[in-house]
């Protein structure tokens, strides 16, 4: 290794310098606090655990996401947290059990092995809800609701959702009789978006021509509120679950265009965002100029029967370093007091004073320069003690 070499880090993985730090850290704290006012718990999950536990339930996607380490004292292997989710699942469930809902919130890192795309940082700070115990669709309006309160807080100049329902997919597999290979390779095929394969494959694997025009049009069935309207419309005869998951997102549609009229709602019905371990609704939020969800979330009813304790669950993750990314973040102004080092117990009362005021007091030897030190006023003596003035 060079001289040089020992200040790399690895590719993917970044130091957050001052001016990127600030913003970050208190959107961290405006988010939790939010999330208070809402009833949410907070909660401070480790950074690695077994992985028995926390890769249980969450299908390969996040496997693959996850570093693997040995433990050297119980010789187990343990994985740094690729997503906070199945941690809040397991304390739901074992770490302190309440009967009826439960709304818990957190904010930290998570590690990648692999970015998500290439422009991903691999160690993104998340701050994100989950809402248990609930398994009406009041839960996913509250938590679409909050999650556009999220983007309000951060600064977003236009709210964004897309909206999508893995159970209408599901149900049309089980209908078709699809297999476990066959559904995988659809669902390849359908998150791309790949339509000249698509029809290659129903022509393949769907005998039926009615169902066969019904998975030809789900992949077409994205855009505005008319798209759940024509969905209807052309799942008529489909089993009951798909209409019942295009009820729920008209009804979610319904309340949060009138608690937000000036969001974006973008449908699509093809949209299988978190499919191996989603069971329900799944949204992500976008913002312009970043191709890549700024936050992510959806239904996972299942993961808590993995720890014995069957809970309806909902929730979102924001990633606050993808935010901090657009340039939107406002920072307050930093600002300080510089107070030349003296040896003066009175001086030093008064600076712990102006400290526990909250304001920021840097004590610094005598002929240093208040600006480079970010201070934009000084203390200075008088004859009553010491009073705080404009810099000179």
Not at 48 to 75: A, H, M, N, P, W
Request: proline share 6%; charged share 20%.
């Amino acid at each position: 290794m060079t001289y040089a070499d020992r200040w790399l880090l690895p590719d993917g993985v970044e130091e957050i310098l001052p001016a990127e730090a600030k913003p970050i850290e208190q959107l961290r704290r405006r988010l939790l606090d939010l999330y208070a006012t809402w009833g949410y718990d907070l909660v401070i999950p480790p950074l690695l655990e077994y992985t028995d536990s926390l890769l249980i339930g969450l299908g390969r996607d996040v496997d693959l996401l996850t570093f693997k380490v040995t433990d050297q004292i119980s010789g187990r292997t343990l994985g740094i947290r690729a997503d906070i989710t199945p941690q809040t699942a397991r304390m739901d469930a074992h770490s302190f059990t309440r009967r009826g809902a439960n709304r818990l919130c957190y904010a930290g890192h998570v590690v990648h092995a692999r970015p998500k795309n290439p422009l991903a940082t691999r160690t993104p700070i998340q701050a994100g809800v989950e809402f248990y115990g609930e398994a009406s669709v009041s839960a996913d309006i509250e938590v679409v609701s909050l999650l556009l309160e999220s983007l309000q807080v951060a600064g977003l100049p236009q709210l964004h959702i897309d909206l999508g329902h893995v159970g209408i997919y599901r149900a049309l597999a089980a209908h078709a009789g699809l297999s476990e290979h066959q559904e995988e390779v659809f669902f390849e095929l359908l998150q791309r978006k790949a339509m000249t394969e698509i029809r290659e494959w129903v022509a393949e694997n769907i005998a039926d021509s009615a169902m066969a025009q019904v998975f030809l049009d789900l992949p077409r069935l994205a855009g505005g509120r008319e798209v759940l309207a024509e969905a209807r419309e052309r799942f008529a005869s489909c089993p009951m679950e798909v209409l019942e998951a295009i009820n729920q997102l008209d009804a979610v549609a319904d309340t949060v265009t009138q608690r937000y009229p000036g969001a974006e709602l973008y449908f699509d019905l093809g949209e299988l965002r978190g499919y191996h371990y989603l069971t329900g609704l799944v949204f992500a939020a976008f913002a312009p100029g970043y191709g890549n969800p700024v936050a992510s979330g959806g239904r996972y009813d299942h993961i808590g029967e993995v720890f014995g304790r069957s809970r309806p669950a909902t929730g979102f993750a924001v990633d606050i370093t993808a935010l901090s990314k657009l340039g939107i973040l406002a920072t307050l102004p930093a600002g300080g007091i510089y107070a030349p080092e003296v040896n003066d117990p009175a001086q030093w009362q008064v600076i712990q004073k102006l400290r526990l005021q909250g304001e920021r007091v840097i004590c610094a030897a005598p002929g240093s320069n208040p600006e480079d030190l970010g201070c934009d006023r000084q203390l200075i003596p008088t004859e009553q003690g010491y009073e705080v003035a404009p810099l000179a």
